[in-house]
């Protein structure tokens, strides 16, 4: 271990602000449950983010090293890193980086990880790239490939492409995972901010398809008129 990732890691340790109880409440992490397998230490989001600020330096190797901490703020800590060395790389760091994240896609393992860095990472690289890999990530058999696929639209719901939200979440209609449900329910709505119409000409073809709480996250910012529509065209389907 380097003496700069010997140095991050005494930070991070030095930066608990909280009980690892408190922070792990927002995770299932029960056996059986998605979580099960992660370890909380107890250092917020915001605390990461500025300690990710004094360690942007740190290497891909040796972020490769912390990414594979059984520490969910570890890496969670080396994925913010990530995202910032890609933000400010040039054209072939960013390939590397990017490279990176898919070859360590299975430590990525749960929804903040993902949430953080898909659509920064994977979303932000094939924004003007052959976008195939998103439908292949949407048919894996791994739950945070599958939230990866839909979360990286959000880079391009940014730059107001709204073509491939609406491909990964037609995809992931069938999905049996409450994680997915939300995901997609959560992209469809931030979808809806650019072109509202278009949101509800898709629910109003989908949403007999969709799971409860996917439809309840897409048609929050809608009004009243607008999700009796929906309804109605989901009752007639």
Request: with cysteine.
């Amino acid at each position: 271990m380097s003496s700069e990732i010997q140095n991050l890691k005494k930070t991070l340790h030095a930066s608990i602000d909280s009980t690892p109880e408190k922070v792990s409440i927002y995770f299932k992490t029960s056996p059986g449950s998605y979580a099960e397998h992660d370890s909380f230490m107890g250092v917020t989001v915001p605390v990461l983010r500025k300690i990710a600020k004094s360690f942007l330096y740190v290497t891909l190797e040796d972020l490769g090293l912390l990414i594979q901490s059984k520490i969910n703020e570890e890496r969670l800590l080396a994925l913010i890193i990530l995202a910032a060395k890609y933000k400010a790389g040039a054209i072939a760091q960013k390939e590397e980086i990017y490279q990176f994240y898919r070859a360590n896609m299975r430590h990525i393992n749960n929804w903040n990880l993902v949430d953080s860095s898909a659509h920064l990472i994977i979303g932000a690289h094939l924004f003007e790239r052959d976008r195939d890999v998103l439908e292949e990530l949407a048919a894996s058999q791994n739950l945070w490939e599958r939230r990866i696929a839909i979360v990286a639209t959000w880079y391009f719901i940014r730059e107001s492409d709204l073509e491939w939200t609406f491909k990964i979440a037609k995809l992931l209609l069938n999905d049996s995972h409450d994680l997915i449900h939300k995901a997609v329910g959560w992209m469809l709505r931030e979808a809806g901010k650019k072109d509202e119409a278009r949101l509800v000409s898709f629910l109003c073809d989908h949403a007999h398809q969709m799971p409860k709480t996917m439809l309840r996250y897409a048609i929050e910012r809608l009004s009243k008129e607008q999700k009796i529509v929906i309804k109605n065209s989901a009752a007639a389907a």
